[in-house]
C-alpha cells in the first residue's frame, strides 16, 4: 500500500512539474482528433472516453489544457453524456443499441462507434 501511494505522489509530482514547464498548445495546433474508449458496453455501465490529439506531423500534443473538443452522442436514448470533462467525457450506457460519440476541434471530426449488449 505504501508503494502505491508513493507512486502516485511520485507521479503527480512529474505531471506537476511537466505541466509548468511546459508550452501549452492551442486548438489551431490541432490537426487530428482520435478517441479512445471501449467499443462495447453492457447496459448501465460507465466508461471514459478520452480525445487524444495530433499536430500537422503527427506528433501527439502531449500539453493540450486550451484545446476543448465539441462532443456528440448520435443516439442520447442509447448513450448519455454523465459529466463532460473536456478532454474527456465519462458516458454511460442507457439500453441495448448501437450509438456514435464524435469529438470535434476546429473542423476535424472524428467518431466512434459504442455497441451496447
Known amino acids: 500500500m505504501k508503494r502505491i501511494i508513493f507512486g502516485i505522489i511520485i507521479l503527480s509530482l512529474m505531471f506537476l512539474s511537466c505541466s509548468s514547464t511546459a508550452t501549452h498548445r492551442s486548438s489551431a495546433d490541432c490537426a487530428t482528433v ?10 448501465g455501465e460507465t466508461a471514459v472516453l478520452n480525445a487524444v490529439f495530433y499536430d500537422k506531423e503527427n506528433k ?29 467525457i465519462k458516458i454511460k450506457s442507457m439500453k441495448r443499441g448501437d450509438c456514435c460519440v464524435q469529438a470535434s476541434v476546429n473542423n476535424t471530426v472524428t467518431s466512434l462507434a459504442i455497441s451496447v449488449k
Not at 482520435?34 to 447496459?43: A, Y
Not at 448520435?74 to 454523465?82: A, K, L, N, Q
Open 34 to 43: 482520435l478517441i479512445n474508449g471501449p467499443s462495447v458496453l453492457t447496459v
Open 60 to 88: 501527439i500534443i502531449k500539453n493540450c489544457k486550451n484545446i476543448t473538443p465539441v462532443w456528440n452522442i448520435g443516439d442520447r436514448s442509447v448513450i448519455i453524456i454523465e459529466k463532460d470533462l473536456g478532454s474527456c
